[in-house]
């Protein structure tokens, strides 16, 4: 549902716009992220020393220690995806992009019935397959609204009512509280739909709010690059059949951060079986991406004055 507000936002936010709420937003995790990486390093301080001295437990750690070690110890069970949750997933992101599509051709058909003549985007092979050559004649008898709102209801409906059905699911057998399914829920909705918008890769988000909800960093960075599967591949076929990417470009950065996702992967799991009681190394490197990522879309937006922002 994020993904699908967020490419609508997209084709009517000033560039401006986009850039200062990438640094707002990215801004926001940092500070969390860092908070989280303090508490996490003093977790661990508090433990070596706890060993130093042979102690078995935390029974004679200050009070501080005491605090931090009580609210980094929250775990979430690691379940199986399950047919219904596969079923779910696929169904709803095919369902979004789908209607994501058919919304985008039908506004830009909409849109140039208003010039004599020009039709073209009428007849673009989308909407030709779906339509059957019907698009134009709707659009001309004043169906364009209903048709827009149509596509755009649908899917946020589905994309509803699994949620609901989802929540329930987390209350009732996993024992979740409410606010805590709120707020994942909250984030993800914030997150696809600045991935439709800004174009930053959900992990940046992800990966922070888990490690601040208390998620182990190795489950964090393993959950969040699966969310980024949906989050990307919504917002890429979107792009890919509005013809709105360039192509050459994709291939060729996408090779590269292909060799670099493996690299990260396997050093993220290097660090996992080395150093298992240094969670904060994986946090900080984390926080090392988010901080980095900040700075260069401040850079960016000050380099250029309000209304000034041009992105390709």
Not at 108 to 128: D, F, R, W, Y
Not at 141 to 159: H, N, R, S, T
Not at 246 to 252: G, M, N
Not at 271 to 291: C, E, H
Request: charge should be neutral; hydrophobic fraction near 45%; include cysteine.
């Amino acid at each position: 549902m994020g993904t699908l507000l967020g490419v609508l936002l997209n084709r009517i936010a000033a560039d401006w716009i986009i850039v200062a709420s990438l640094c707002s937003v990215l801004g926001g995790m940092s500070v969390a992220i860092t908070r989280t990486l303090m508490s996490q390093r003093s977790e661990e301080n508090a433990e070596d020393a706890a060993n130093a001295r042979g102690m078995d437990d935390d029974t004679n750690l200050p009070s501080a220690s005491k605090k931090v070690l009580i609210q980094s110890g929250k775990k979430r069970a690691i379940g199986s995806c399950g047919k219904q949750d596969a079923i779910a997933g696929f169904g709803l992101l095919l369902t979004v992009i789908l209607c994501g599509v058919l919304r985008t051709h039908a506004a830009a058909c909409a849109e140039k019935l208003a010039s004599p003549g020009a039709t073209q985007e009428c007849q673009h092979p989308i909407n030709v397959l779906f339509f059957r050559n019907m698009l134009e004649g709707l659009m001309l008898d004043g169906y364009a609204q209903a048709i827009e709102f149509f596509f755009l209801a649908v899917p946020i409906c589905m994309c509803i009512v699994v949620m609901i059905h989802c929540s329930r699911n987390q209350i009732t057998r996993e024992g979740w509280a409410m606010r805590e399914v709120l707020h994942y829920q909250t984030m993800g909705v914030c997150t696809g739909c600045l991935a439709g918008l800004v174009g930053i890769g959900g992990g940046l988000i992800f990966s922070p709010f888990f490690l601040v909800m208390g998620v182990d960093p190795a489950v964090a960075v393993a959950t969040s690059s699966t969310c980024v599967i949906f989050t990307s591949s919504s917002t890429t076929m979107q792009y890919l059949l509005t013809d709105r990417i360039i192509t050459s470009l994709a291939v060729a950065y996408g090779v590269v951060n292909l060799l670099a996702s493996y690299a990260g992967t396997s050093f993220v799991h290097f660090l996992q079986d080395n150093f298992k009681t240094r969670k904060s190394y994986i946090t900080m490197i984390v926080a090392v991406g988010v901080i980095l990522s900040t700075v260069l879309s401040f850079v960016k937006l000050v380099s250029h004055p309000a209304g000034g922002v041009h992105l390709h």
